[in-house]
Every structure is written in C-alpha cells, then in structure tokens.
C-alpha cells in the first residue's frame, strides 16, 4: 500500500520569498512521484513529476522538488513566491510512471501569499 | 486544455434519487478515472476504466457505479444518493504519449439535500 503525508493545511508566505511544501510518502516498491496545483475552482494542474530519473525535478512556474530515498521525502519548493502562486498544492504517489497509474494523494496544503 | 468535459458542472439533489455524471474526452485516452475530493481527504479514487467495458473498483467505491460504452465516455452512477456523497467530482484521463501524464477535468459539484 502506499501512502502521502502532508503536514499542516495551510502555509503562508510573503511575496518574495521562499516557498516550501513538505511530502513525506510511504511505499513497498520504487515510487513515483507527483506534485499537482490547484486553483480556486478548477481542476488539478501538474506542476512537475519524478519517474525515478533525476532526483531534482524541476516543473511549471518555477517550481522544483528533490527526491530524498533516505527521507521518504519529495519536498516542493520556489525560491520567490508571487501573488499568484496562491492555491491549494496536492502531493501523489503512484507504483508506476505509466499511462495505468492510480494516483495516491495526500490531503493538500493551502498556499496563502501575502503581499 | 486537456479535452475533458465534465457535466453537469454543479447539481443539487435529493436523497435517495440517482444521479449520473458524464465524463467525455476528446482525447482517444484509454485510462479514464473518477476522483471525488473532501476537504481534509484530498482526492480519492471512486473507479477507474482500462478500456471499454473494463473497469475496477478503487478505494471508495460503495454507493457508486461507472460504465464506459465508449472510448471517449465514462459515467459515473449514484443508485441512490446519500449525504456523505456530496462532493466534488473529478474525472481524470490517461494515455500513451503527452508523457504519460494524467489530465484533470474541472470538476462537478454535487450536493445531496
């Protein structure tokens, strides 16, 4: 079984600085690993995946996140966050990279910018 | 634009009445999926459909029911509405090439009175 954990529901930054989203996954085979953005209203956006080959992957709009075996970690960050980074950011864990993957997600964090 | 339409895009309902959702792509994807979301749940998968007529149960499927006649349709059935059904639904597709990257709808909120 495979599991997303994503501590906190709500983060607030200023505008401009750095933006970092924790998730910590749990899972019995190699992972793969998903951050999707959400807009009021909308559907889900991906913003980057890793699919086992460099561990720094870097996505949509600046963002970026590092896969950390050691940690069971895929931590998403930005180094400056702006005002229309504001939405809710999903971490998923799939056993595979295919076209066939159900996607297992964490509850979601709240991203708040201020300005 | 991933060329999934959901509707209706907003309905209220009455328990114990039925309710099915529509989800077309425009796509040719043959891996279509049904999420809702819940606050402080994130997304769950209700079932998804490996082809035609081939579909499989995810992780809370009690109360729903999925059919896919075609390719490019995926309905999703609530026999008989209950409160804890009310949600937001998403249908969500997959297929080779575009990186093999599931695409999101936009949604269908449902609201069981």
């Known amino acids: 079984a495979q599991s997303v954990t994503q501590l906190g529901s709500h983060v607030s930054v200023s505008e401009g600085a750095l933006v970092l989203l924790r998730c910590n996954y749990s899972s019995s085979v190699p992972p793969y690993l998903f951050w999707y953005v959400q807009y009021p209203n909308q559907g889900l956006q991906l913003l980057l995946k890793?699919?086992?080959?460099?561990?720094l992957v870097k996505g949509i709009n600046g963002f970026e996140a590092e896969f950390k075996k050691s940690e069971t970690s895929f931590h998403l960050t930005k180094p400056s966050a702006h005002m229309s980074d504001a939405a809710e950011y999903f971490c998923a864990v799939s056993d595979r990279a295919g076209a066939n993957s159900k996607l297992t997600f964490g509850k979601g964090i709240t991203l708040s910018v201020r300005p | 634009d991933a060329g999934i339409t959901q509707s209706p895009r907003h309905k209220v309902t009455e328990t114990g009445t039925p309710v099915t959702l529509r989800c077309h792509q425009t796509e040719n994807h043959r891996y279509m999926y049904w999420y809702r979301q819940d606050p402080g749940h994130g997304l769950r998968l209700i079932h998804y459909?490996?082809?035609?007529?081939?579909?499989d149960k995810g992780e809370v499927s009690d109360g729903y029911s999925v059919s896919r006649s075609k390719t490019e349709d995926f309905l999703l059935t609530l026999e008989s509405a209950t409160s804890s059904q009310t949600s937001v639904y998403f249908c969500?597709?997959?297929?080779?090439?575009?990186?093999?990257?599931?695409?999101f709808g936009e949604g269908s909120w449902l609201t069981v009175v």
């Open positions: 890793y699919t086992s080959a460099a561990t």
């Open positions: 969500a597709i997959s297929g080779q090439g575009k990186g093999n990257t599931i695409y």
């Open positions: 459909s490996y082809g035609v007529k081939d579909t």
